[in-house]
């Protein structure tokens, strides 16, 4: 946790995933990955293992200035007891109009919670640096998206098999890929979900991906093939975080 004393912006930080141990030696846990790339010196962060059950009061929730969940193994759409009370107490914080970023499972389970409909992906998994495109118009609709050398695209790591179908009533799609068509969804200056994981960068992706072939969930050659691939791609890791900061301090 960071804290400073006296007036400070507070948020928290809804871990829906339990610190890798690639992460743990790399970079301590999950919460420095997330910190590191969304705060800002002067800010409080408050970690909640939301997978564990761990969640913020619902009587503090005023206290706070936005909440970042992160991405996770679980479906988006299951029904375990930890997911549905995410689910609820992120119902209450779009009627507060608190600032949420969904991270990839949290960019789903945002959309769910809101009325929208999430699901396994018809093409199968996308794993990688993908290219995202932004959807001008409305792109310029949002202020944390302006304050930015803003270009048509930006390359984002991608670690996912469920996607969003159909995003809830009021969002608008922001930006689509060749693969995801809901990469990143938005609900007035208070809502935002992105598919990708802006704060990942490559040596993340790897790990996963040796972590997903040593489970048996992609094939060796498959894994293989992607790292060869990949091997000298870089994300925009700098311009998602960016946008993330400016949108959670409402720049």
């Known amino acids: 946790m960071v804290v400073i004393d006296g007036e400070s912006r507070?948020?928290?930080?809804l871990?829906?995933?339990?610190?890798?141990?690639?992460?743990?030696?790399?970079?301590?846990s999950y919460y420095n990955v997330y910190v590191e790339a969304f705060g800002e010196e002067g800010e409080r962060w408050d970690l909640f293992r939301a997978y564990e059950g761990?969640?913020?009061d619902f009587n503090d929730l005023h206290k706070y200035d936005g909440f970042v969940i992160t991405g996770s193994p679980s479906d988006a759409y299951g029904n375990d007891y930890w997911i549905?009370?995410?689910?609820?107490?992120?119902?209450?914080?779009?009627?507060?109009e608190k600032k949420v970023l969904g991270i990839c499972f949290g960019h789903q389970v945002l959309c769910r919670a809101l009325g929208g409909r999430v699901g396994k992906s018809n093409t199968g998994w996308d794993i990688g640096i993908r290219q995202v495109h932004f959807i001008k118009d409305l792109a310029r609709s949002y202020s944390y998206l302006e304050h930015h050398e803003m270009t048509e695209s930006l390359s984002i790591v991608e670690v996912h098999q469920d996607?969003?179908?159909?995003?809830?009533?009021?969002?608008e799609v922001v930006a689509s890929s060749d693969k995801t068509g809901v990469e990143m969804f938005a609900i007035a200056d208070h809502i935002?979900?992105?598919?990708g994981h802006p704060e990942y960068?490559?040596?993340?992706?790897f790990n996963l991906i040796d972590r997903l072939q040593n489970m048996d969930v992609i094939e060796k050659e498959f894994a293989e093939d992607l790292k060869c691939r990949f091997q000298f791609a870089e994300p925009d890791k700098e311009c998602w975080e960016k946008i993330c900061r400016n949108f959670l301090k409402g720049k």
């Not at 935002?192 to 598919?195: D, F, M, R, S």
Request: net charge negative.
């Open 192 to 195: 935002l979900g992105i598919q």
């Open 84 to 96: 549905l009370k995410l689910c609820f107490m992120l119902q209450t914080l779009d009627a507060m």
């Open 163 to 171: 996607e969003v179908y159909e995003v809830p009533v009021g969002a």
């Open 10 to 13: 507070r948020y928290g930080l």
């Open 54 to 56: 761990d969640f913020p």
């Open 201 to 205: 960068a490559r040596d993340i992706l």
């Open 15 to 28: 871990q829906a995933a339990k610190d890798s141990d690639y992460v743990k030696t790399v970079y301590g």
